[in-house]
Structures are given as structure tokens and as C-alpha cells.
């Protein structure tokens, strides 16, 4: 259980990551939260084909959304604290 907890948490570092570079190609700052979730939803679909994985399609999409949601808030958190420290 601890290995997929690590799993995840990876992805949704990954899935930082993706939104911040996919934020770079498109300026539009409202269709943010909706990117996060989507590429959320792919990125745990893409964990879901991994061996000694066993999730339903509705656990993955669950899982998605969560980790979409964790980006934005981790995101989120971070900036306001650094912009308090400023």
C-alpha cells in the first residue's frame, strides 16, 4: 500500500508539472483547474496499465480527479506562501 501511495504522489508532481508547461503554451489562466483534472484523469489511466496495478475504471477516474484537484491545491498553497514571504 505504501508503494502506491508513493505512486501517486509522483503523479501528481507529474501532473504539476504538465499544467505549469501546458500553462506556458496557452496564457489563458480560467481554463486551468479543467487542464489539471483532465491530464489528472490521463496520467492515472496511464498508471492504471502499469503491472501489479489493479484499478476499475471508475477507482481510475476518482483517482484522477484527485490528483488534479491535489495539483491545483498544491500549486495554489505554495504561490500564496511565497507571495506572504515576499
Known amino acids: 500500500m ?3 501511495s508513493i505512486t501517486l504522489g509522483t503523479i ?5 508539472g504538465l499544467v505549469e508547461i501546458l500553462k506556458k503554451i496557452n496564457p489563458s489562466e480560467k481554463y486551468v483547474p479543467v487542464i489539471s483534472l483532465l491530464t489528472g484523469i490521463l496520467l492515472v489511466f496511464v498508471y492504471r496499465y ?3 496495478v489493479n ?6 477516474v ?3 480527479l484527485v490528483v ?3 495539483s ?3 500549486y495554489s498553497g505554495v504561490k500564496n506562501v511565497i507571495q506572504d514571504i515576499k
Open 2 to 4: 505504501v508503494a502506491g
Open 12 to 16: 501528481i508532481i507529474l501532473n504539476t
Open 50 to 52: 502499469m503491472p501489479n
Open 55 to 60: 484499478l476499475t475504471i471508475a477507482e481510475s
Open 62 to 64: 476518482l483517482n484522477g
Open 68 to 70: 488534479g484537484l491535489m
Open 72 to 74: 491545483i491545491g498544491a
